[in-house]
């Protein structure tokens, strides 16, 4: 029966900490600060997480969890791979953009240097493959779904850092995927 507490107590630490991973990045959060947003004391957070890449890492893994599920979601209303793809790709492009538009350290929310942030960008990359897969088999491109994936996400890693404004991250999104669309011969 502790694990009901116990959970309760690190879904409320993600919650907390994600919002000041947000505000600060993960260099300039310290342990207090988390702590605080929580409204625990230090040692009870200690006794939820052992420090603070631990709850970077959780906080990373429910962001990444909540954007694919929100991803899938919207896509089922969504009709064909041109609209699947630009949905995708701008979903999980535009919420880092937005971010760390907003609070510029939060930059490190999204630094594959980390291996939350790395996964995440894995599983976003095995979405993209899921969606291109068919396309890919019928057209005679020569490529593979994972090779256009992992194009695309490297294209938009670029993109994020690029981009000044949100108009021009869009521009470049809306080229990379038409020349995608086209090269595999669907309809954009």
């Given amino acids: 029966m502790t694990t009901g507490p116990i959970t309760s107590r690190r879904t409320n630490v993600v919650a907390a900490a994600g ?26 957070l200690y006794a939820a997480f052992p420090d603070k890449p631990a709850i970077f890492e959780a906080v990373i893994t429910d962001l990444v969890e909540t954007e694919l599920s929100r991803i899938r979601n919207g896509n089922r209303r969504r009709a064909g791979l041109a609209a699947q793809l630009r949905y995708a ?22 630094d594959d240097r980390f291996p939350a942030v790395q996964a995440g960008n894995t599983a976003f990359e095995a979405l993209l493959v899921e969606l ?46 038409r020349v995608t669309l086209k090269a595999l011969s669907v309809p954009s």
């Fill in 89 to 110: 790709c701008d979903q999980w492009m535009t919420t880092g953009y937005e971010i760390i538009s907003a609070n510029p350290d939060a930059g490190d929310l999204f």
């Fill in 19 to 44: 919002d000041v991973f947000r505000r600060y990045g993960f260099a300039r959060t310290t342990m207090a600060d988390i702590a605080h947003a929580a409204g625990l004391s230090r040692p009870t």
């Fill in 132 to 177: 291109l897969e068919p396309a890919t088999r019928s057209s005679g491109l020569g490529q593979s779904a994972e090779d256009l994936a992992r194009m695309i996400t490297s294209a938009m890693q670029g993109f994020k850092r690029r981009a000044t404004t949100k108009a021009e991250l869009d521009h470049l999104l809306d080229t990379c995927l």
